[in-house]
């Protein structure tokens, strides 16, 4: 194996990449929020998916800080995969209940959906 493919392995293993079940990309601004706005939320699903265990196992979630999703208004803005679920406004005291809601008991918040586009 070369020596990139070796170190992607390192990286894939470590990050336990092939093992998730969804994937949550938030936005953190600045077109959609601002920036600190966008953070706080980060700061809040990082710390959530970690306390609740769901960075492993069936419920794993992988999850990604972005700059744009494209939406740019009324952020910040999130998205789920692969059943491709769009929230708006998700601020720091928004994400415990999209967390519990969403990832852990499966029923998405109708409410701060805007649209839908499901992968696959
Ligand atoms: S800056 Fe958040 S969607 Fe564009």
């Given at each position: 194996m070369s020596e990139p493919l070796k170190q992607l392995q390192t990286a894939v293993e470590k990050l336990g990449?092939?093992?998730?079940r969804r994937h949550v990309l938030l936005c953190t601004g600045p077109s959609c929020c601002a920036p600190e706005e966008g953070n706080a939320a980060w700061e809040v699903l990082k710390k959530l998916l970690k306390d609740k265990g769901l960075?492993?196992?069936?419920?794993a979630c992988y999850r990604s800080k972005v700059?744009?999703?494209?939406?740019?208004?009324?952020?910040p803005t999130l998205v789920v995969y692969p059943e491709g679920t769009w929230y708006h406004s998700m601020t720091a005291d928004r994400i415990p209940r999209f967390v519990e809601e969403h990832l852990e008991n499966n029923a998405p918040v109708a409410e701060w959906i805007f649209a839908c586009n499901k992968l696959g």
């Open positions: 990449i092939g093992h998730y960075l492993t196992g069936e419920k700059g744009c999703l494209r939406v740019c208004c009324h952020g």
